[in-house]
């Protein structure tokens, strides 16, 4: 499994057994070391690493990418998002997340040699922030690889010995629910680090935080949540968790400022969303999104639905009737980029990613409180999750109306905490008072469609909420639904039981997570 373990330098092992073989065990053993270069590094240099690979690529990359297209908040017209779109190869080849594979490991790899280090007889040995906050990366890296591939290497992979070199090329596939405990320890041996000192300090490495350790703790209480709320179908006290569920938000973000924002990106480093669509254009506006927003007439419809290219310009549609409004339908859209319309999220190039946001606290919150049938806390939860949720797609479409300059012709206003609130008042809360849960998971839906790199935690409540047989979301694609990724290429031909578990990867279709009821 060494595309899993790699990036670390590999020295070439030269036999000498025919000319040196009364050589002593000792000197063989340290004919291949490196001594001109250092072999390992501060963890917080590591850190920086690990937070940009995580942001830009895990959270931001192709799982984003391509859960947009399955839970219909864009729709795939060329290429292999066109082949996801219409569920031809893509979504069952194992070559179709490789890269994503391969870099989550590596980057729970980083985050591991970090924790080590910073061990008793490490060389970071006192740094507890810097170990803390490995343990909340370990622990955020871990969950996206049991949540998209279930049952997944895990003890035995992302593990290296002191020279960095793998300790298992075969590693064997652990249960989603054992990787889950050690998620929760993690987060929990985090929570205790957080609030301790380091010897030396984060600082501009850090580039969710600075080194805040108070912003790193409230990050992994979210995260606490998160997970619990992911756990609840197998909870044994589900009432008991919600009430968890509450007491790790309040201990969370209490406003926009506190998330884990990865907020790095200029015209030279841009966001990956909008990296994907520049080079691929691959995406159009979603017929059954753009029906769920004009039916509540959702202010973020006129403010990010874009027309197709017309002279070289972008028309902000005036609603659903407008002739400049041309959406694709979901599941058999024509192969074609210059039919259709565009989300403005495409053009949002500066859009920070969002590992964890501020408004995913406060949907966790009313979700908790809704279950409880808590419903006038539920509801002022909710209320400020949409707020802050709108302001998010607000921020990025100016972003996007930034880049393309006089390419667009603007025809809305800019989405204001005012117009949320008036937005709520008269169109969310009358849904909400029928049936709130509903309410809160659609709205939860709308808050992640975006350049923020949240499509992956909505796949995950679309996957969670079916295995209650609660089908929110009324998707039009009549295709079969991939409910899991199917393991990267890497490993189905170099490892054994990776190889066996993939088989042919049509089990996406059928065989559910085990947090999502079933048993792999």
Same mark, same amino acid.
Request: aromatic share 12%; with cysteine.
């Given at each position: 499994?060494?595309? #899993?373990?790699?990036?670390?330098?590999?020295?070439?092992?030269?036999?000498?057994?025919? #000319?040196?073989?009364?050589?002593?065990?000792? #000197? +063989?053993?340290?004919?291949?070391?490196?001594?001109?270069?250092?072999?390992?590094?501060?963890?917080?240099?590591? +850190?920086?690493?690990?937070?940009?690979?995580?942001?830009?690529?895990? =959270?931001?990359?192709?799982?984003?990418?391509?859960?947009?297209?399955?839970?219909?908040?864009?729709?795939? #017209?060329?290429?292999?998002?066109?082949? !996801?779109?219409?569920?031809?190869?893509? /979504?069952?080849?194992?070559?179709?997340?490789?890269?994503?594979?391969?870099?989550?490991?590596?980057?729970?790899?980083?985050?591991?040699?970090?924790?080590?280090?910073?061990?008793?007889?490490?060389?970071?040995?006192?740094?507890?922030?810097?170990?803390?906050?490995?343990?909340?990366? !370990?622990?955020?890296?871990?969950?996206?690889?049991?949540? +998209?591939?279930?049952?997944?290497?895990?003890?035995?992979?992302?593990?290296?010995?002191?020279?960095?070199?793998?300790?298992?090329?075969?590693?064997?596939?652990?249960?989603?629910?054992?990787?889950?405990?050690?998620?929760?320890?993690?987060?929990?041996?985090?929570?205790?680090?957080?609030?301790?000192?380091?010897?030396?300090?984060?600082?501009?490495?850090?580039?969710?935080?600075?080194?805040?350790?108070?912003?790193?703790?409230?990050?992994?209480?979210?995260?606490?949540?998160?997970?619990?709320?992911?756990?609840?179908?197998?909870?044994?006290?589900?009432?008991?968790?919600?009430?968890?569920?509450?007491?790790?938000?309040?201990?969370?973000?209490?406003?926009?400022?506190?998330? !884990?924002?990865?907020?790095?990106?200029?015209?030279?480093?841009?966001?990956?969303?909008?990296?994907?669509?520049?080079?691929?254009? !691959?995406?159009?506006?979603?017929?059954?999104?753009?029906?769920?927003?004009?039916?509540?007439?959702?202010?973020?419809?006129?403010?990010? +639905?874009?027309?197709?290219?017309?002279?070289?310009?972008?028309?902000?549609?005036?609603?659903?009737?407008? /002739?400049?409004?041309?959406?694709?339908?979901?599941?058999?859209?024509?192969?074609?980029?210059?039919?259709?319309?565009?989300?403005?999220?495409?053009?949002?190039?500066? *859009?920070?990613?969002?590992?964890?946001?501020?408004?995913?606290?406060?949907?966790?919150?009313?979700?908790?409180?809704?279950?409880?049938?808590?419903?006038?806390?539920?509801?002022?939860?909710?209320?400020?999750?949409?707020?802050?949720?709108?302001?998010?797609?607000?921020?990025?479409?100016?972003?996007?109306?930034?880049?393309?300059?006089?390419?667009?012709?603007?025809?809305?206003?800019?989405?204001?905490?005012?117009?949320?609130?008036?937005?709520?008042? *008269?169109?969310?809360?009358?849904?909400?008072?029928?049936?709130?849960?509903?309410? =809160?998971?659609?709205?939860?839906?709308?808050?992640?469609?975006?350049?923020?790199?949240?499509?992956?935690?909505?796949?995950?409540?679309?996957?969670?909420?079916?295995?209650?047989?609660?089908?929110?979301?009324?998707?039009?694609?009549?295709?079969?639904?991939?409910?899991?990724?199917?393991?990267?290429?890497?490993?189905?031909?170099?490892?054994?039981?990776?190889?066996?578990?993939?088989?042919?990867?049509?089990?996406?279709?059928?065989?559910?997570?085990?947090?999502?009821?079933?048993?792999?």
């Amino acid at each position: 499994m060494k595309t #899993i373990i790699g990036s670390l330098k590999t020295l070439t092992v030269v036999s000498f057994s025919l #000319i040196f073989s009364a050589c002593s065990e000792d #000197i +063989m053993d340290n004919i291949n070391k490196d001594t001109s270069h250092t072999n390992s590094v501060e963890g917080k240099f590591i +850190m920086t690493d690990v937070i940009t690979s995580t942001a830009f690529s895990n =959270v931001g990359g192709d799982f984003n990418t391509y859960f947009s297209s399955y839970i219909e908040y864009e729709v795939g #017209i060329d290429n292999q998002l066109y082949n !996801a779109e219409t569920r031809l190869n893509e /979504p069952s080849a194992a070559s179709t997340f490789n890269n994503i594979w391969s870099g989550t490991y590596t980057s729970l790899k980083n985050a591991r040699i970090i924790i080590n280090q910073c061990n008793e007889g490490g060389r970071d040995e006192g740094n507890y922030i810097t170990k803390g906050a490995a343990e909340v990366m !370990a622990a955020y890296n871990s969950a996206l690889l049991t949540d +998209m591939f279930g049952d997944t290497p895990y003890s035995e992979a992302a593990v290296v010995d002191e020279n960095g070199s793998p300790m298992y090329m075969t590693p064997k596939i652990d249960k989603q629910e054992e990787i889950y405990a050690t998620i929760m320890t993690l987060l929990d041996d985090a929570i205790v680090n957080l609030q301790k000192e380091d010897l030396s300090p984060l600082g501009n490495y850090d580039l969710l935080y600075g080194g805040d350790a108070g912003k790193w703790l409230k990050f992994a209480y979210g995260l606490k949540a998160r997970y619990t709320m992911r756990l609840l179908n197998r909870s044994s006290d589900k009432d008991g968790d919600l009430k968890k569920v509450l007491e790790y938000t309040a201990k969370s973000f209490s406003s926009a400022a506190d998330q !884990a924002a990865f907020a790095v990106y200029d015209v030279n480093n841009i966001n990956p969303f909008y990296g994907f669509f520049a080079s691929r254009a !691959a995406f159009a506006n979603s017929e059954s999104l753009g029906a769920k927003l004009s039916e509540r007439k959702d202010p973020r419809f006129t403010r990010v +639905m874009l027309s197709p290219t017309q002279g070289g310009k972008r028309i902000q549609v005036t609603g659903a009737s407008d /002739p400049n409004y041309v959406p694709a339908p979901n599941g058999t859209p024509e192969q074609n980029m210059q039919k259709y319309g565009v989300s403005a999220f495409v053009y949002s190039g500066t *859009a920070p990613t969002l590992l964890l946001s501020f408004h995913e606290i406060k949907f966790l919150e009313a979700e908790a409180l809704s279950r409880l049938n808590r419903t006038s806390e539920a509801e002022a939860a909710l209320k400020e999750a949409v707020s802050s949720a709108i302001l998010n797609t607000e921020n990025s479409v100016a972003s996007a109306i930034t880049t393309l300059g006089s390419n667009i012709t603007v025809t809305s206003q800019a989405l204001t905490e005012e117009a949320a609130n008036s937005y709520f008042e *008269a169109n969310v809360k009358p849904l909400f008072a029928i049936d709130p849960l509903k309410e =809160v998971m659609l709205q939860k839906y709308f808050a992640f469609w975006g350049a923020s790199g949240e499509a992956t935690e909505s796949f995950n409540d679309v996957r969670r909420l079916k295995a209650e047989g609660k089908d929110f979301y009324a998707f039009k694609n009549t295709k079969k639904f991939p409910i899991r990724c199917p393991y990267g290429n890497s490993d189905t031909s170099a490892n054994p039981e990776v190889k066996a578990a993939y088989g042919d990867g049509q089990y996406i279709y059928s065989e559910q997570v085990w947090w999502a009821g079933g048993n792999r």
